[in-house]
Each structure stands twice: as structure tokens, then as C-alpha cells.
């Protein structure tokens, strides 16, 4: 089945991200801005958003007077978006493989790092394609590469050295966060796709964990434990180490996070690519 393992991990992985939502959609809040600020859904427009995690974007599309339909691979991630955004619609779907026709054709395509997952992703852009209206809007950002994205390893570093075996180094077009950090690959993606008029345009913001007086290092270990190489490093080093082994391991990223602070915050900037691109005609 395509997309198998990106499947079994956000089967667990959303879990954390329903948890966190508020947390996760503070820090991501400027890249979904960028997003709807390039798609500019309103009033008769039918968006599409792949992806959709917990549904911020289609909060944001349906107040604006569009309608909206999210498909997610995560079931964790639809319940929550169907809890937190109910004027919209939401499906378990693969973007990949599955028809996504229902609800469009849509006059607007959109995520927020919801594209980056695919074994095949010139066959998901095309198959999304398929679900789009003639002259329809494709709006995605996507992460650069980790050498601009000091939150990859800031932190995770310190788990991942105390694993043995380390993990081996990742593959850079393997489907994850930085699949899409070479700028060529996703304008190849795109055109072999039959999408036109593709931009590809740098857009960097400024993550600021830091709220309400916390100095944000408790806010980025709980994301960092829920992303990949968090989960990978606490599910290997938990049992381990022992509770108190474990917690010790924890202070040590604490520590190493507070060396890093801004202005008394844990701040990061945030290198992303926002991507747009139009359905011939």
C-alpha cells in the first residue's frame, strides 16, 4: 500500500499533535497566514486542504465564507479537526492514492506542511490535481532543509546521541519533513505533474516559544517529543534508562535549549518554501 509507512506513523504520531494543538498551531501560526494570505479563500470557494492535521486552515477558510473538506492519513487528526472545526468537512484519506473528488471541484488547493509525506509525490500532485477546478489556486508551504532550521536538531541532538545504534542519517528525499527542500525537485514535482505556473518563493518567520512568562524550553521539548526522532529516542531510551534515567535525559535538553535563548525566549526563525502553483484551464 503507498504511503505505508507514513500511515502506521501518524496513526500514533497525531495523537500528540491533538494534544498539543493549541501549541502547535500558536507556533506555526505565521506559515498559516502565509498560506491563506496567497490562497485568499472567500465567499464561493470550495478549498481543499491536504493535510489538514487539526483543521486550522479550514477554521480560518470557513469564517471566510468558503467551504471546506480536509483529508488527513492521521484518524487522530480528523477527530480532532471535526471536534474543533465543525463547519467543515473531514476525511481519513490518502491525498496520494485516494479520489478526492467529493466536495469539489475545488477553486482552492492548500496546506501547511501537509504535502511532504508522499512515496510518490508526483503522483499525489496529480491525483490532487484531479479534484481541482480548471484554473483552480495550489497554495503550500513547505520546510527547507535542516541546515536553515536550527529547531530540527536543537535539542533533538541530545537524544538522538545517547541512542545505540544512532540513527542512521536521513535520507533527504525520503517522505518527511524535508523532503521538499530542494527547491528544483518541487518545481519537477509540479510541472511533471501538469500544474502551471509554479512559484517557489522563500518565506522565513520567526517561532517564539516563549508565553504568558515561560522561557518556551518546556513548550519546544514537549513538540520535539512529539515529533519522529523525539518519539524514536523516547521509545528506545525510556525503558532503558529508567524513569529517573529518563527524566535526568529530559534536564539535559532543557539545558542545552536554554543555551539558545533570545531575549530570555527560545526563539528559532523558521525557513520555509511558500509554493503556488494554477490548474490549466
Known sequence: ???????????????????????????????????????????????LDIGCGTGILLAEATARGASGTGVDISPAMVEGARTHVPAATF?????????????????????RFGVMFFDDPTAAFANIRRAAAPGAD?????????????????????????????????????????????????????????WDDVAIEAFDALCDYGS???????????????????????????????????AALLDDVRTELRRHLVDGTLQFDGATWLVTARNPA
Not at 505505508?4 to 500558536?26: I, N, P
Not at 498559516?32 to 472567500?42: H, K, Y
Request: with cysteine; aromatic share 6%; net charge negative.
Open 212 to 246: 504568558e512568562g515561560s522561557d518556551g524550553v518546556d513548550e519546544r521539548l514537549t513538540m520535539i517529543l512529539n515529533t519522529g526522532g523525539g518519539r524514536m529516542a523516547q521509545d528506545q531510551l525510556e525503558p532503558a534508562l529508567g524513569a529517573d534515567g529518563w
Open 1 to 47: 500500500m503507498a504511503n505505508e509507512q507514513m500511515r502506521a506513523y501518524w496513526a500514533t504520531g497525531g495523537k500528540g499533535w491533538v494534544e498539543h494543538r493549541d501549541l502547535f498551531d500558536s507556533e506555526l501560526a505565521a506559515f498559516a497566514d502565509a498560506v491563506l494570505a496567497a490562497a485568499d479563500p472567500g465567499p464561493g470557494d470550495r478549498v
Open 91 to 111: 476525511a481519513v484519506a490518502d491525498a496520494q492514492t485516494d479520489d478526492l473528488s467529493e466536495g469539489g471541484p475545488f477553486t482552492k488547493i492548500i496546506s
Open 138 to 194: 495550489l497554495v503550500f508551504v513547505c520546510w527547507r532543509g535542516p541546515d536553515e532550521n536550527p529547531m530540527f536538531t536543537m535539542g533533538t541532538s541530545v537524544l538522538l546521541d545517547r541512542m545505540d545504534p544512532p540513527p542512521p542519517p536521513p535520507d533527504p528525499t525520503a517522505p518527511g519533513p524535508s523532503a521538499f527542500a530542494d527547491r528544483g525537485r518541487i518545481e519537477s514535482i509540479l510541472t511533471g505533474s501538469g
